[in-house]
């Protein structure tokens, strides 16, 4: 249930005087019951008066646009603990404060620091030809460039099933090709070759490891991607080939005479570095303790400029942010955005924040998260209590209107970043965008602003508004929802 | 008209017994004559059977896709003199053997060589960004990284209108944006920003070029493509920009403030190379002196596998020649498939060839190449005599079974290569491609297997070998037709 604070609703100094005359008790219980409907009656459409005016707005805003466009030209890639990722940082600050948020700080997050400084890759036989390679995110180096002959599994399971003695001493190529789904369920199905492959290839005794790209474009622009942190052992140099590249070797591969590859990778952890999870309030109307939380990964990789991963995610918070503050009445409860540091290479930020803030749970309303870029959003899921029920309700009808319908099948994760706050036990939203072209651009060096569509990021601002406007307005709790991993 | 030479039907023993018998000669004439329609008749029926059974061959015919995978991965890139050129003319030789050509001959072709060891591009300001540039064949050398504030011209016009005073130093950006179209026309309409550029560029006294890439993709990588060679003065260092690239530049011009670009191209011309024509004939059915012309280039930029420039032309030009001389009785005319040498650089392999063939022309009964991909062709052009048009109405009849239109509204011109035959008298019929994707790959790293269609490939070759068998059948000849430039 939705109660918009109304100048004209919330309160009514004729009640009190009325009140004070019992011999009109009856009449006056009548007329204090149906002022309440009327009150009721007219804040509700009031209240969808101004979802339907918000949502205009943002169909016809370029905010996000513009902000997109800054960011992806101003500072363009911003690879954790790269000096641009400190750009990045001096960027979001003082554009929340250019966007007029109440409060901006940042807080410091520290990780180790990866490095990209060169990588190549040959065949060798039966002919010279460049490789299209990028190292995997969190690869040794090759410590100069290393010679072998490769040897090729459809999956991961295939790899993890074969002899060491077969492996031993040679160049694993893992060729399992992503599928695109509106969903982006493919990616879940075959990011394992790049996660866990590094290891599974040393503890074979391979000498390095290539994979297919894990993404679904036809494109020579291959895909990087960090390999897990947190796999017992030491990984081999890893590095993704292009699509198109692992179709050749493929080819080459079946005429059954070795195929013999260079692979020269420089690069590999290297200190620490510290960034800053981004963080911007607006205020409610209300003088209350509990904000929405909106949230987004500032950083990106460093191949394209994160157009899509994640630049359309920060712009779209950041301008859901302000033209919700920008309402001649802002909603009940203030907002947080935060923009999280390094959640490319291991959900630093995210987890950083659930940590310095899991005790300040209570003051939070709800999570919601963008980081799947900007195509069309199509449906959303929810992780609240049952009580909240009526507010989903409220949202599943003005987000209808843009397209969006609510899925029940499985209750929402919150996102990477804000999702770590989920675990703690805080109520999630997600806006889930088609991500059929996501998984073509991701961790590419096609990610930028080209690939946004402007109108699909009108369509996301106008969702977001929506979620923002009736979340923020809620007189009901979502959560705290139970503890989960 | 079309008379296919057919065991049953060229020879009539009965003729010359019933010659002898005067008495019989009105009888005897008009059996000839009721013979001599029923043969034709026949002939024809035999014709059109013939071709629908080579055009279903061919639309079920792998040979065109193995030919190319072939070439793309076994030689892949094959710059024009480079080891991989080498390496291309051996799997050409090899390949006209395996498909048994009557005789393959390969003639040489000598051109400057031209080198691309390393190329980089970074903008400095407004901040630090890697550009995906590709230098253009034939720039010279930056001779170490050069620095220097960008000038935006939208089009070479407007360059050459610029006072020297505001380029002078400066490194010009030209932006103008290659339109898709189904006829490729986008192509002339940029492609000199590419070609003269470097020269205007540097008469107005610019320290270098960049251009936006002339291809129709949004794709993070560049297309190369020849500076000319004929213009005076000498080029500045030049590279393309991707299209992303070049957006993100307009970004930053917008702003008004200064862009700041270093470019560092270690290419250029180095002494001479030669490569060869690889020719590979199959003899007609008949012993005339005759044949029709195939071709297509071997040569590739080395950016990407060349497959859909120009090893779809390769393919198709040596698997409709196999096909036809497969028949169990071959067209009257031979086939004489020509593999240039470097059309890249400045199309030596079809200048070659014309200037050691001109005093041949009466040798070739018409040409045809391709070199534009191998999407479905959609129309066919001709130059050929008035004579020889009802060669053409049978051919525009079974080609329009597979989708294609003849096209009157202008001549044929024969191709980069074969055209410098038609410049000298050769009569050509051009067989053209839907170029909508084309320029989106053209001369880029994406240039690759993938990229062509199986079926689109099986529907080119159905278009060949009916050309190839039409002409290589006819009793008129096409030409010659006038010189022209």
Redesign the interface.
């Known amino acids: 249930m939705i109660m918009p604070v109304n100048a004209r609703t919330a309160e009514h100094p004729a009640l009190e005087i009325q009140m004070r005359h019992s011999l009109h008790l009856i009449i006056v219980c009548l007329a204090l019951v149906l002022t309440g409907i009327a009150a009721n009656a007219q804040s509700a459409d009031a209240t969808d008066e101004v979802i339907v005016r918000l949502q205009k707005e943002a169909l016809n805003s370029d905010l996000a646009w513009n902000l997109l466009?800054a960011l992806?030209?101003?500072?363009?890639?911003r690879m954790a603990g790269s000096?641009?990722d400190s750009?990045a940082v001096k960027w979001a600050v003082d554009t929340m404060h250019s966007l007029g948020f109440d409060r901006v700080w940042t807080e410091p997050v520290s990780f180790p620091r990866w490095r990209r400084i060169s990588e190549n890759a040959q065949?060798l036989t039966?002919?010279?030809?460049?490789l299209?390679i990028t190292a995997l995110g969190g690869s040794p180096s090759t410590g100069g460039p290393l010679e072998g002959e490769l040897i090729q599994f459809a999956t991961l399971e295939a790899l993890e099933a074969a002899a060491s003695e077969v492996v031993q001493g040679k160049i694993v190529f893992l060729s399992s090709r992503m599928r695109k789904t509106r969903e982006g369920t493919g990616y879940g199905e075959t990011v394992m070759n790049r996660s866990r492959g590094p290891y599974v290839a040393a503890r074979k005794g391979a000498m390095a490891l290539l994979i297919r790209s894990v993404g679904t474009d036809?494109?020579?622009?291959p895909h990087t991607g960090m390999i897990s942190g947190s796999q017992p052992g030491a990984p081999v140099p890893s590095a993704a080939l292009s699509?198109?590249d692992a179709?050749?070797l493929m080819?080459?591969l079946s005429h059954q005479a070795p195929v013999r590859v260079r692979l020269d990778l420089d690069v590999g952890f290297e200190g620490s570095a510290t960034s800053y999870n981004v963080v911007g309030e607006f205020d409610g109307s209300a003088d209350l303790d509990q904000r929405v939380l909106l949230g987004a990964h500032l950083d990106s990789w460093d191949l394209?400029?994160g157009a899509v991963d994640d630049g359309a995610g920060v712009a779209l918070v950041l301008a859901a942010a302000r033209l919700v503050a920008d309402l001649p009445l802002r909603p009940r409860h203030g907002t947080r955005v935060v923009l999280y540091a390094n959640e490319e290479q291991g959900v630093y930020g995210g987890i950083s924040y659930a940590k310095l803030h899991e005790k300040d749970l209570h003051e939070y309303l709800i999570g919601a998260e963008s980081d799947l870029g900007a195509d069309r959003i199509y449906r959303f899921k929810t992780l609240i209590l049952p009580q909240a029920e009526p507010v989903i309700d409220l949202l599943a009808m003005h987000l209808k209107s843009l397209g969006i319908e609510r899925d029940n099948a499985e209750p929402a994760g919150g996102g990477a970043d804000v999702g770590q706050m989920r675990k703690v036990g805080l109520p999630v939203i997600d806006l889930n965008q088609d991500a059929s072209r996501y998984f073509d651009l991701h961790h590419?060096?096609?990610d930028?602003?080209?690939?946004v569509n402007p109108d699909n990021l009108r369509q996301n601002l106008a969702a977001w508004v929506t979620l923002l406007y009736i979340t923020a307005n809620s007189t009901v709790a979502f959560g705290p929802v139970d503890r989960s991993e």
Chains 1, 2 share one sequence.
């Open positions: 466009a992806t030209s101003e500072v363009g890639p000096e641009a750009i065949l039966p002919s010279k030809q460049n299209v036809t494109d020579r622009l699509n198109p179709d050749n080819i080459l394209g400029t590419t060096a096609n930028t602003l080209d690939k």
